[in-house]
């Protein structure tokens, strides 16, 4: 199974930027839908940002637009550019695959 791993995240003051990398162990051609997925403390994981080949692209109206995802085929790789960022985008931030397969989560922290 191809395993999903996370990088890129850190400790960025309000208003600044981060881009997070999600990179696969194998191809993620034949994946229909892949996802960010964010989780804060006491709180349940909620959805930031799907790509689907049948639906395109959406948003939680959270982050709509502040965040971009992107999808790179070629590289095995799913980005998350985060803009504009305020105190309560503060998470861990998954990458997700057909609402199956999950990374293990990069800490995001906005704080000043």
């Known amino acids: 199974q191809v395993q999903l791993v996370e990088s890129g995240g850190g400790t960025v003051q309000p208003g600044g930027s981060l881009t997070l990398s999600c990179s696969a162990s194998?191809?993620?051609?034949?994946?229909?839908?892949m996802a960010w997925y964010r989780q804060a403390p006491g709180k349940a994981r909620q959805m930031v940002a799907v790509?689907?080949?049948?639906?395109?692209?959406t948003y939680a109206s959270a982050v709509r637009g502040r965040f971009t995802i992107i999808r790179d085929n070629a590289k095995n790789t799913l980005y998350l550019r985060m803009d504009s960022l305020k105190p309560e985008d503060t998470a861990v931030y998954y990458c997700?695959?057909?609402?199956?397969?999950w990374g293990q989560g990069t800490q995001v922290t906005v704080s000043s």
């Open positions: 194998g191809s993620i051609d034949s994946f229909n839908n």
């Open positions: 790509v689907s080949d049948y639906r395109g692209i």
């Open positions: 997700n695959a057909e609402l199956r397969i």
